[in-house]
Each structure stands twice: as structure tokens, then as C-alpha cells.
């Protein structure tokens, strides 16, 4: 839920004040590295064969990525696929990690599209459309990263009916 109810502890006191507001059945995890090093990857896997791997550094906002940096990072690639394989999962995953001063860590993982599939599919990572092919048709359709860059996410929706966007520079109605 966008990390709600989680406290970052720096120190005994904070770690007193987390608890008690914790409730009765704390998780209690170790933060590594920085937000600035923080990552959201996904991958698509179908009976042992790992159809592709990519990772975006991200910020977040309110605990949602709203913008991801599509950059060459291959050995984090790899550890994704390698988890990957070893959790061989029917179709997608997608994992949060960070980079810290041991190297990089998973610390969530989710068997599921995630909130930035969409961001994934504009870098060309078509993961849905792959795993339709797969379940439907029986195609094995591998995933590549075809575009590096940024997206940026926007956090409002607004709704036009047909005859306020024929006054818009997008309204192509036919």
C-alpha cells in the first residue's frame, strides 16, 4: 500500500517509537543503500525459460514510481533473471531492489504485473503482450528492451466527452 504505516529507524529511540506503532506483528527489514539507488524490474517466465529481464532505476513518489530511467544495467539484468529462474514463477515477476555497500538486494518481490508495466512496454519490454501470445496461442515471444531514456508519470486523469477534445490539438474523433 505505497509503503504505508512503514517508519525508516535511524536510531534506538525511533526504533521504540516505530514499534508501538506498529501493532502487534511487526516486519522489521534492513534499509540498504538510497533512494537514488533504488530499482523496479520485471521479467516473464514460462516453464524454466526466462523471456526477458529489464530494470529501471525509479524515484517515487507517495511510494509509486513516477519516473523511471531506462539505462544499460546489464549485471542487475542478470540477477534478475537469475532470480528469476530460480523462483520460475508461471509468467510475470516483478522485484523492487537497491543497491547498497554489499551490492544490490531484493527486498519485495511480486508474481504479477506491476504499476510500471506500462513504462516497461513503452521501452518496448511488451510483457503483456508476450504473455498472451504464450497462454493463447502457444508462443514463445522472447522480451527486449528496445529504447533507453526517461518516463515520467503523470498523477491526473481528466476526462473529456467527444465534443470537448474536438477542440484539442489530440481530438482525432472520426
Known sequence: ARSEGVSLVKNQAGMGSALSLAGANPIIQQAVGSPQEEYTAGSVVFDGDCLGAIVMRR?????NTNRAYLEPTKDLEILVRDASLALNPFGPVNFQLRKGSDGPMIFEINARFSGTTIMRTMAGFTEVESVIRQV???????????????????WEELFLTEEQDRGTASGNWK
Do not use: A, F, H, S
Not at 524515484?59 to 511510494?63: P, S
Open 59 to 63: 524515484d517515487l513518489r507517495n511510494g
Open 136 to 154: 493463447i496461442w502457444g508462443e514463445r515471444v522472447p522480451l527486449i528492451q528496445k529504447k533507453y531514456g526517461v518516463v515520467l508519470r503523470y
